[in-house]
């Protein structure tokens, strides 16, 4: 007979985990509301998964340590919790066999919308059901449908036009020769230290005559050397007159304003 397994859990936590997050991690695992919550986390060991076999009981294990609560896995005889065959009468679910049917399948809507008088049978048989629809596909096997993969579309290319050379032929035509290497044969390395002549010019180089320029002694003045000074240019004045004493030389627009007058200052007196 295949050995039965019961699945609690006491409010123990896995090391280093917080408690507000694991009662918020388990809150959303198993859809539970506050007062569900508190029950859990009452420190006493509340039933999760009732009479399940050993698969069942791993899967609520790892589901429970992913959100860092540590469950507590008990043999069904040695906790005297074998299952017993139920009523056939209808009876209500525990809130943690809801609990544990909402962690078995929770995404199906049948779980999410199934109210509080479903029968511990039918929750029972219903995670049983769920879990068997899950599994690890065999290594190598296909996970897409045939109808989900990608479609391979071949491409028909005419190739009738091309021809493969033979192995080693060249894909361009030759490069011309390069040119010929210049004649150095008239060309020789000077010594070390050598200066290198100039080219030849065909011009003929300057020899000014100097005999007539002769240094001036130290001191001399050389103020009788300096060009005279310019005359003053002619200029035709012939058009130009003076104007009339006090004519006005401005145009109006350029004229000084008259100045404001002086203000009456006679009835003003300083005293002593």
């Given amino acids: 007979m295949e050995k039965r397994y019961n699945v609690y859990f006491a ?20 859809k539970a509301d506050q007062a569900t919550l508190d029950k859990l986390f009452s420190g006493k ?20 340590e992913k959100a860092g609560a540590q469950p507590l896995i008990k043999a069904a005889a ?15 679910m525990s809130a943690a066999e809801r609990i544990a049917a909402l962690a078995a399948a929770p ?9 509080e008088t479903e029968t511990a049978n039918s929750g029972a048989a219903a995670a049983q059901d769920d879990a068997e629809d899950f599994g690890l596909a065999a290594a190598g096997a296909d996970v897409l449908r045939p109808e989900e993969r990608p479609q391979i579309v071949t491409a028909e290319i ?4 091309l021809t493969v050379d033979e192995a080693a032929q060249r894909l361009s035509q030759e490069p011309p020769p390069p040119p010929a290497a210049p004649d ?32 001036a002694p130290a001191g001399t003045d050389f103020a009788d050397c300096a060009p005279p000074d310019p005359e003053p240019p002619e ?12 004519t006005d030389v401005l145009d109006e627009q350029y004229r000084r304003r008259a100045q404001a007058k002086a203000p009456d200052t006679d009835h003003l007196s300083l005293e002593e």
Wanted: one cysteine or more; glycine letters at 6%; hydrophobic letters at 35%.
């Fill in 184 to 215: 150095t044969s008239h060309l020789v390395m000077g010594e070390v230290g050598d200066s290198i002549p100039n080219l030849a010019s065909d011009e003929t180089p300057l020899s000014p005559n100097t005999d007539a320029i002769e240094l």
């Fill in 235 to 246: 200029l035709d004045l012939s058009a130009i007159d003076l104007a009339p004493a006090g």
């Fill in 78 to 92: 040695e906790n005297n919790t074998a299952a017993k065959p139920e009523p056939a009468a209808a009876k209500p």
């Fill in 45 to 64: 060991a509340q039933l999760i998964k009732r009479d399940c076999d050993q698969a069942t009981a791993a899967k609520y294990k790892q589901a429970m």
């Fill in 158 to 161: 005419d190739t009738s036009g």
């Fill in 11 to 30: 409010g123990q936590l896995l090391p280093g985990q917080d408690s507000a997050a694991v009662r918020e991690k388990l809150a959303s695992l198993f």
């Fill in 107 to 115: 995404d199906k809507q049948s779980y999410r919308s199934a109210p």
